[in-house]
């Protein structure tokens, strides 16, 4: 494994990361979900992802019994709040109650008493960013928070929450998590620019478009049975992505991958850590052979010439 510094800041985290969003608490069986987190260990990834929201809280929990069993300095673990928790009006958002009570209960369900990292999960509209930014920061005070993250803000609202944060003396952002891959592009205009500028370091979600960068889904052949695709209580976006037109890009990509000799994913990873800002490449594992395959991503290097072919895949050329 290969290790990045997290921005600006002095922390460190693997070039891969292991989320939980859709499969720990959720679809993947308890047991193999903690083998998985194991393997990732194992083979050096020492960045951890989850949120409040994940399977109600049950994503938290998993992971905080897998990582519990390993010394505390040894990992970075991230946890998320913003989206509803319950049904009451105040179980929701980045108010200073919701933010405070959720970050506590995320703690209790990890069994941990600090996470490195704690991300506002969207751009709360509703309520002030100094009320947000300085609950978070009296966190990272009483050390139960180290790093403030967001995910998915603009790059506006960034430059927004740092100013806020200069201006009253709070602690400032230091990592971004956004959707990146060969498909979803849109960070490249205006975040990674604004990221690099001002120090934060960029963890991003979904670097395998939700499957589709896996090579399973192949063009003029039927969805595999156990795919996510097929399976009917599957997201929106992995049924909208599989554009024949999409999968035409895949299958040029593929035959790239095959002349390298690696897989369709570590194609893809690749990809992304030879991109300008990334610290990290969140996977989603949801048994051990997938992190054992995708950790080869951090050693293959690819060359000017296959990154200009791939650029001209995904411009339709």
Request: some cysteine.
């Amino acid at each position: 494994m290969k290790y990045r510094k997290l921005g600006r800041a002095g922390v460190k985290v693997s070039e891969l990361s292991l989320g939980s969003w859709l499969t720990y608490g959720n679809s993947v069986e308890k047991e193999r979900a903690i083998k998985t987190i194991d393997k990732a260990y194992e083979l050096g990834i020492n960045s951890f992802d989850t949120a409040n929201v994940y399977a109600r809280g049950e994503a938290e929990k998993i992971v905080g019994r897998a990582l519990n069993k390993y010394p505390r300095e040894s990992y970075v673990l991230a946890t998320k709040v913003y989206w509803p928790m319950g049904d009451g009006v105040n179980d929701r958002g980045l108010s200073k109650k919701h933010v405070f009570e959720q970050l506590h209960q995320s703690l209790k369900r990890l069994n941990h008493d600090y996470v490195d990292i704690l991300y506002c999960h969207r751009f709360d509209e509703e309520t002030p960013l100094y009320e947000t930014l300085r609950t978070i920061d009296d966190l990272i005070r009483q050390g139960k928070v180290l790093y403030v993250g967001v995910s998915e803000w603009t790059a506006y609202q960034i430059v927004e929450g740092l100013r806020v944060q200069d201006q009253y003396l709070l602690d400032r952002l230091v990592v971004n998590q956004p959707i990146y891959n060969l498909f979803n592009r849109y960070i490249e205009k205006e975040i990674v620019p604004t990221c690099m500028e001002n120090g934060l370091g960029l963890i991003v979600f979904s670097p395998l478009a939700q499957g589709l960068l896996t090579g399973k889904y192949r063009l003029g052949e039927p969805i595999p049975e156990n795919s996510r695709a097929a399976d009917p209580k599957a997201n929106r976006w992995i049924k909208e992505i599989l554009t024949e037109e999409n999968l035409s890009k895949v299958e040029k990509l593929i035959e790239i991958a095959n002349e390298l000799g690696i897989s369709m994913p570590q194609l893809a990873l690749a990809w992304i850590l030879h991109q300008p800002g990334i610290t990290s490449a969140l996977i989603g594992a949801s048994k051990p052979e997938q992190v054992e395959e995708n950790v080869k991503a951090v050693d293959v290097s690819l060359s000017e010439d296959v990154l200009e072919r791939i650029e001209k895949i995904m411009q339709g050329e």
